[in-house]
């Protein structure tokens, strides 16, 4: 399998693959909110005909380093379990909010159950960072077996972000124009997030654990005064994640 987001890094690592014959499902984790960022997701599925798993997660938990917020979301497929984050920005007045107890009460499943499968391609790079556990995307091996699970295969590894783009000027890989622009010669992610599928328009006052948050605030989608239930949420410390980090490598 690979694993795939439509951002660039994994539609260059889709792109190589197809590019020497090797037609493999893809594991696409799609957030349930705001729609309108998939246009590009859903129109390579169509186009390049993907055979596509996406699943719910059996848990989620908040996480938070400094002023960064994300949900981390975790995924079982067969025995192995995976983590992906759902990042967190600020609301915009013209688009669809969610609130962060949204997204951890999202739905759940147990887990996916497919055919046995003994690798999973991803395009983490070395040069990559998470905002929150930093980290080089767990990319000092080029493999990394799990017990009782499959290899995971980094190929991009030692890339960096100017030769995926220059890989993708090169062979022309679609990429999705309204998350990246061009801005003095150099490609960039457009800063405003949004059609940025890795985020979601969130507020975060009825889940914010910092130190001086408001014990009581306005909530902007019920429009009522409620309270700070940051107490009752599950967190999880990043240091503890195996997520992006090499403590776990093998």
């Not at 729609?35 to 908040?62: C, N, Q, S």
Request: charged share 30%; net charge negative.
């Amino acid at each position: 399998m690979v694993a795939w987001s439509g951002g660039k890094d994994s539609m260059v690592l889709l792109h190589l693959l197809r590019r020497h014959g090797i037609r493999v499902p893809v594991i696409f984790f799609r957030e349930l909110w705001q729609p309108f960022k998939y246009e590009f997701h859903d129109r390579i599925i169509r186009e390049w005909g993907l055979f596509v798993h996406t699943w719910h997660p059996f848990a989620t938990a908040m996480q938070r380093s400094g002023d960064e917020f994300e949900v981390q979301n975790y995924y079982r497929i067969n025995k192995t379990v995976l983590t992906c984050p759902t990042g967190i920005t600020e609301p915009v007045d013209d688009l669809p909010f969610v609130t962060a107890l949204d997204i951890l009460n999202r739905p759940t499943q147990e887990k996916l159950e497919v055919p046995i499968f003994d690798a999973i391609w991803i395009g983490h790079k070395r040069c990559d960072s998470d905002p929150i556990l930093g980290g080089d995307a767990g990319t000092r091996v080029e493999a990394r077996t799990l017990p009782e699970g499959p290899t995971f295969l980094y190929p991009l590894r030692d890339w960096t972000h100017d030769d995926v783009w220059e890989y993708i000027e090169d062979y022309d890989v679609p990429f999705d124009e309204k998350r990246y622009e061009k801005v003095n010669g150099k490609w960039r992610e457009r800063p405003d997030k949004r059609h940025n599928a890795d985020y979601v328009h969130t507020s975060i006052e009825c889940v914010d654990n910092r130190q001086n948050a408001p014990q009581f605030y306005r909530c902007k989608k019920l429009n009522m005064d409620t309270e700070n239930m940051s107490k009752y949420v599950n967190w999880v410390e990043p240091k503890k994640l195996s997520y992006m980090q090499d403590s776990v490598a093998t």
